[in-house]
Each structure stands twice: as structure tokens, then as C-alpha cells.
């Protein structure tokens, strides 16, 4: 068991613990600040695989507990599911000493935690991410958010949990895609800042790709941690926190292009080929060495993750750099991109050319 703490000038600080059999021990650890009830707010799949061992451990605590559902899916981060969330939550009389527990992935983890943030103006919520991805990126960090037709994550608040409990044993429940989609989020945090984490999720760790639990549990960890350090030191963005943001404006121009269908393209397999075209770009404005690109590439693959535009689709250049100019980094219209010197060293480049990245994407096959 490791708990890694988050926290930083301008908010409390809470704990991530990261471990086996955490779904058991969820009362006993939330019992300190649960004040009066408990709802529980997961999809209709997670409910009913993990909701009731979640729901005995509250009750054994003494904690009183209810059950909020939405459909599973990417479609669930919407006004329409969010209004029915609150509705629920309104219905059932939740008060300002009650919690929202979040169980399940990041969808449900970004839905409840915006719910939090709006229920008579914030009231506390716990995550308990079930999926890779929101373990390892979604559930550290305070941003909750849904979609918009316009893009992804668009309306949103920062509102941090009072605690995330990481259960390494949830994961054995997970289809083979959905573990490759959270590795794509492991991987990124090595590209960001530490090489040697990669170098170890290129080798020896590379099996938590496929569902080893002692490297599943040490990539967890360590993408915690830095993620932990990131976000501690820049709540909102407004500096260093956007290098958590590699691949992703690349990888949510296309999702948006594809209508957010994860059967067409899940939100990690989107960030693993946006990081692969980061670091082609990259290496395209002499930034960044070519062997180093090659091994991105190489280690992206070897996951079963996509490394080019064409395995996702067909796309027109023009529209996916419409999608980029109304990311959330964009400022004024300019272009902002994450981009890396080498393996391990990325930073924020601001006021990007978009001719540039129109020929780019073009000699990517987009038309």
C-alpha cells in the first residue's frame, strides 16, 4: 500500500493510495469525513460489478448509502446525463455534509466530480477509479468536466476530492482494450519528465500492458507521483500542468472528428497516437531526434496502441485544426502544443504556426 499525497498553495490537500483490496477498505477510510450519506454515482456496468462490495464496506462503517447510475460511455459526459445526475442527487435531499462517491472510469469519475462541484454550490466527493486511465490521470487533480459537441472536457470546474483509493485488483476486471487505453496515460507521464520510467515501462514493465498486477501497480504509483508533483505545484493550468496535456491536442481534435466513439477510438488509444504525432512534429521543427521518435513509436506499438492517423481514419487537415484552435490551451485563437525536446522532456509551446501544423497534418494523410 503507498499513498501519495496531492496538494498545493490555494487547495487541501488529500491522499491517493494506491494498493490491493482498497475496495474493502473504502468505509473504514472515508468514515472520517463522511458526515451523513453517501451516494455512490457509477455507470450501470460498474454498479453492478463493483457496486456492491463498495456498498458493504460503507455500510459496515456505519455510513449511510445510496446508488446513482448513468449509462456507460463517453455519451454520459453530457448536459443531458449531467442535469439527470443532479436531478437524482437533488431527489434523494443530499445535503452539504454528504459525499459523492465516483466509482468508475473516467467518464463517470469527470461526471460525478463536476456534480460535486455544482450540488448547492460543492459539496465533497471521493474517487474510486476502476478503470486504468482514471487511476494513473482522470482521478488525480481536481478537473471535472463534460463534453460539448464543440469538443471534449470544454465545460468543466476544478474541484479537487477529499481522497482517491487506486484498488490494483479492480483492474483484473477490465477488458484487454481498456487496460492498453490506460497505458497510453502511463507512457505519456514518462515521455513528459522522466526517461527512466520509460526506459522501465519499455522493458520489465511493459507487462502491465498486459495485466500484471506487480507492474500495474508500480506504474500506478509513479504516475501518481508525478502527476502528484504537477498538480500540486499548478492547480489550474496556468503553467507546468499543462504538460499532462501531451498528445491530447492532437488525440481530442480526432476524437471530436470522430464524434467521441469509442468503438471507432478510445480516449488513451486517441493520447498514444497524439503522442506519437507530438514527437513527429517535434522532430519535424528540428526539435526533437528522430531516434527518439522511433523508439515512441516503437514502444507504442509494441502495446497495441495506434502510432499513425490512418488507423484511426480518414480526416480533412482543415477540421482537426479548427478542433485544435478551440482546445482549451488555445489562447486568442493561437495554437498552443505540447512538444518534446527528446524522451523525457517535453514543454509548452505557445503560438504555434498553423501552416505549420496544417502541412504537417497533411503529410500525415490527412487531406
Known sequence: MTTVPVGGEGFAAYDVVVGRGLLG????????????RTVIVSDETVAAIHGPALTASLEANGIRTAMATVPAGEASKSFPELERLMDQ?????????????????GVVGDLAGLAAALYMRGIDF???????????DSSVGGKTAIDTPRGKNLVGAFHQPRLVLADIDVLATLPARQLRSGWAEV????????????????????AGASGDPAALERAVIRSVEIKSAIVSEDEKEAGRRALLNLGHTFGHAIEAE?????????????????????????????????????????????????????????????????????DKKAEGGALTLILARRIGDAFVSRNVDS?????????????
Not at 25 to 36: D, E, T
Not at 89 to 105: F, H, S, Y
Not at 126 to 136: E, F, H, I, Y
Open 25 to 36: 477498505q473504502a468505509g473504514s477510510r472515508i468514515a472520517p469525513f463522511a458526515r451523513g
Open 89 to 105: 442527487l437533488l431527489a434523494k435531499g443530499l445535503d452539504r455534509k454528504d459525499v459523492i462517491v465516483a466509482l468508475g472510469g
Open 126 to 136: 471521493v474517487q474510486v477509479p476502476t478503470t486504468l486511465l482514471a487511476q494513473v
Open 187 to 206: 507512457l505519456k507521464h514518462g515521455l513528459i519528465c522522466d526517461p527512466d520510467f520509460f526506459d522501465w515501462l519499455a522493458g520489465e514493465g511493459a
Open 258 to 326: 470522430l464524434g467521441f466513439e469509442e468503438a471507432a477510438l478510445a480516449h488513451g488509444e486517441a493520447v498514444a497516437l497524439g503522442c506519437a504525432m507530438a514527437f513527429r512534429y517535434s522532430a519535424s521543427q528540428g526539435l526533437c531526434p528522430p531516434a527518439d521518435v522511433a523508439r515512441v513509436e516503437g514502444v507504442i506499438a509494441a502495446a497495441g496502441l495506434p502510432t499513425r492517423l490512418d488507423q484511426a481514419g480518414r480526416f480533412d487537415a482543415g477540421a482537426l485544426l479548427a478542433r485544435m484552435a478551440g
Open 355 to 367: 501552416a505549420l501544423v496544417t502541412d504537417f497534418l497533411r503529410s500525415e494523410g490527412a487531406a
